[in-house]
């Protein structure tokens, strides 16, 4: 029926259309701090099974295929990809990159939860603490860090050590630890925004270690994770969007010509 058809192809569109928008936030984010590309996976729709494989023919004889017409496309879900973003040399002593699986750890100061980022631009407050780079919201890093009002200078060692340099001194202090976790399945984990993550059920409870052990990963002074998304990929999986969404409405279209054509016979 051409009827069915028109509400096939409506299927495959939308599918297209929110392909579309998981490419355009890819493209979007091109330039933003440790973040990591988004894929739109599709499952089949329901089948109109007409004639079943394997019913018996005249001859008693079992069929080899049977009569089944698909009813369209669904996006089934939207995976990350994980894969570890370029490190791009700063030189800024407070800019930190994990080489790794593991999250940086904050805490939000209007709900106190827990939350996990990737991008390590960080930053010290009025009162000394580390804290995320952020203009809206001062979300401390988790273990709370305070760095001196006279340290010259400040090291952050790959194992997570915070060291500082006081006047008058040769020696580094330590100052504190930097933490960070990392999830059994870090595709399970939502995004917030601003660069933010929060633990769910399906990521699992967060596993905090210290950089450097149980394969978390290790962190690089003075670098930044850059988005691991591919512009030529992108583009390549935008044109061929196009087109798909394309020829779906011509279904579409071809659909309402043939309802058109039957609407237009005439007796004789």
């Known amino acids: 029926m051409s009827v069915q058809t028109l509400y096939t192809a409506a299927t495959g569109m939308e599918a297209m259309q929110t392909k579309l928008d998981v490419i355009a936030n890819n493209l979007a984010n091109i330039n933003t701090t440790g973040f ?3 894929r739109a996976n599709f499952e089949d729709l329901l089948y ?9 023919d005249a001859t008693q004889t079992p069929t080899a295929v049977g009569t089944q017409v698909g ?14 973003g370029t490190l791009q040399q700063t030189g800024r002593d407070l800019d930190v ?14 709900s106190q939860d827990t939350m996990y980022t990737r991008a390590g631009n960080l930053d010290i407050n009025a009162d000394g603490q580390l804290v995320m780079g952020s203009a809206q919201v001062g ?50 984990m939502l995004k917030t925004g601003e660069n933010l993550y929060m633990e769910t059920d399906a990521s699992g409870p967060e596993q905090i ?19 691991n ?15 798909a969404f394309e020829l779906n409405s011509q279904a579409v279209q071809a659909g309402d ?10 007796r004789f």
């Open 36 to 38: 990591k590309k988004d």
């Open 139 to 188: 979300r401390l890093l988790d273990p709370p860090i305070t760095i001196p009002n006279d340290a010259t200078a400040l090291v952050i060692t790959s194992n997570g050590e915070v060291m500082t340099r006081q006047p008058g001194q040769t020696e580094l202090t330590n100052q504190g630890q930097i933490q960070l976790a990392q999830f059994i399945n870090p595709d399970g």
């Open 71 to 84: 009813l369209g496309v669904r996006v089934t879900s939207t995976q990350t990809d994980q894969r570890q």
């Open 257 to 266: 010509q043939v309802m058109q054509n039957i609407s237009q016979l005439r």
């Open 97 to 110: 990159a994990i080489q790794g699986s593991g999250y940086f750890r904050v805490v939000d100061p209007s």
């Open 209 to 227: 270690n210290n950089p450097g052990t149980d394969g978390i990963g290790v962190l690089r002074q003075g670098n930044l994770e850059a988005s």
């Open 48 to 56: 109109r099974t007409e004639v079943y494989p394997g019913v018996q």
């Open 229 to 243: 998304v591919e512009p030529v990929q992108e583009l390549i999986d935008l044109i061929t969007t196009q087109r």
